[in-house]
């Protein structure tokens, strides 16, 4: 199971940290990514972060690349995404979410994913 949190509001320029965390399986041993879903629109990849044993790589969208970080604390079994120099356009539900599969290709289509967590909703003003 995961579950998200952190969501909140936040000024344009501003900084916000949301975390997935993991009960029931080990997220250093899972691909980890970050979708997002603005009103009105579909679902779409953020960043993701592989599993330990894939040197823990990263990728992470064109529209936040530079200004967000994924990382995952393995102790605390957890996963973050710390979104900075936020704009008016970040603004929608982060879901979470998890697989076991692994390949070498990218990572970024929703149906990558098997496991996913609810939503914590992001809201920046301008």
């Known amino acids: 199971q995961l579950q998200a949190s952190g969501g909140g509001s936040v000024q344009a320029g501003g900084s916000l940290r949301v975390s997935c965390a993991a009960s029931g399986r080990t997220l250093s041993r899972m691909t980890t990514a970050w979708f997002r879903q603005a009103p009105g629109k579909e679902r779409e990849y953020v960043a993701d972060?592989?599993?330990?044993?894939?040197?823990?790589?990263?990728n992470y969208a064109d529209s936040v690349k530079g200004r967000f970080t994924i990382s995952r604390d393995n102790a605390k079994n957890t996963v973050y995404l710390q979104m900075n120099s936020l704009k008016f356009e970040d603004t929608a539900v982060y879901y979470c979410?998890?697989?076991?599969?692994?390949?070498?290709?990218?990572?970024?289509?929703?149906?990558?994913?098997?496991?996913w967590g609810q939503g914590t909703l992001v809201t920046v003003s301008s």
């Open positions: 979410a998890a697989t076991e599969r692994h390949f070498l290709g990218l990572m970024t289509r929703v149906s990558d994913y098997s496991s």
């Open positions: 972060i592989r599993r330990s044993l894939s040197s823990s790589f990263t």
